[in-house]
């Protein structure tokens, strides 16, 4: 395949956050990425069936002078058997998202 400069584009499978399958995408060496269109979408329709339907709008609260947090609500609590003290590793893919992760 060649891109719109005119450069050959390079084949690369792709791993996606979150999904089983890959997507496959063509990579100019100038920086152009174009995805095929059945890969892609077959990602797109994986992570639309895992997301969660259970979605809960929080408000955060002040714990102390420097320190913001959120409690979990009941609901989050029941369906994922939440209990005190259990740890959890927090990451931040973007300034969008945070994502817990609790351990087995």
Same mark, same amino acid.
């Given at each position: 395949?060649?891109?719109?400069?005119?450069? @050959?584009?390079?084949?690369?499978?792709?791993?996606?956050?979150?999904?089983?399958?890959?997507?496959?995408?063509?990579?100019?060496?100038?920086?152009?990425?174009? &995805?095929? *269109?059945?890969s892609?979408? @077959? !990602? !797109?329709?994986?992570?639309?069936? *895992?997301?969660?339907?259970?979605?809960?709008?929080?408000?955060?609260?002040?714990?102390?002078?420097?320190?913001?947090?959120?409690y &979990?609500?009941?609901n989050?609590?029941?369906?994922?058997?939440?209990?005190?003290?259990?740890?959890v590793? %927090?990451?931040?893919?973007?300034?969008?998202? %945070?994502?817990? *992760?609790?351990?087995?």
């Amino acid at each position: 395949m060649k891109c719109k400069c005119g450069k @050959k584009m390079e084949k690369v499978t792709v791993e996606i956050e979150g999904a089983d399958n890959r997507a496959v995408s063509y990579q100019c060496p100038s920086g152009h990425v174009e &995805f095929e *269109k059945e890969s892609s979408a @077959k !990602v !797109v329709k994986e992570l639309k069936m *895992k997301e969660s339907p259970l979605k809960i709008k929080q408000k955060i609260v002040k714990l102390s002078s420097n320190r913001l947090g959120f409690y &979990f609500n009941q609901n989050i609590v029941r369906s994922l058997n939440l209990k005190a003290g259990e740890e959890v590793y %927090i990451s931040v893919p973007d300034k969008k998202r %945070i994502i817990l *992760k609790f351990e087995d």
